[in-house]
């Protein structure tokens, strides 16, 4: 059982030379979806992978997507969250909580540059 707690989601990055993997884990981590993309020629391209079941998809590529256009980057991201009987609102904040996580690693990201 996996009590909802939103400190318990985390990203945690990896590089792979310049390119870059974001995990985002949360409650019972576990591989939900994996989401690459890279940019070519000022267009962002890629593709997702989502394990039946799962409802990750969205959140996934749309944080792949923002990473890859502002690192210039092939970025992959893996997520997986899950908390049991969660509610809509919940779910809301997951999602804010998760795209503040990638924000604030590429605003460190740009600051850094």
Known sequence: MST??????????????????????GGKAHIGAVATFYVDHERVSGTTVH???HKEQELCERLARKAALQLKVTVTVIMGI?????????ID?????????????????????
């Open 51 to 53: 394990i039946p079941g």
């Open 93 to 113: 904040e997951i999602v804010q909580t998760a795209e503040r996580l990638m924000e604030d690693h590429l605003n460190k990201d740009k600051r850094s540059s």
């Open 82 to 90: 899950h908390f049991d009987s969660i509610t809509r609102m919940q």
């Open 4 to 25: 909802y707690d939103l400190k318990s989601i985390r990203l945690q990055v990896i590089e792979a030379g310049e390119d870059k993997v974001f995990l985002v884990t």
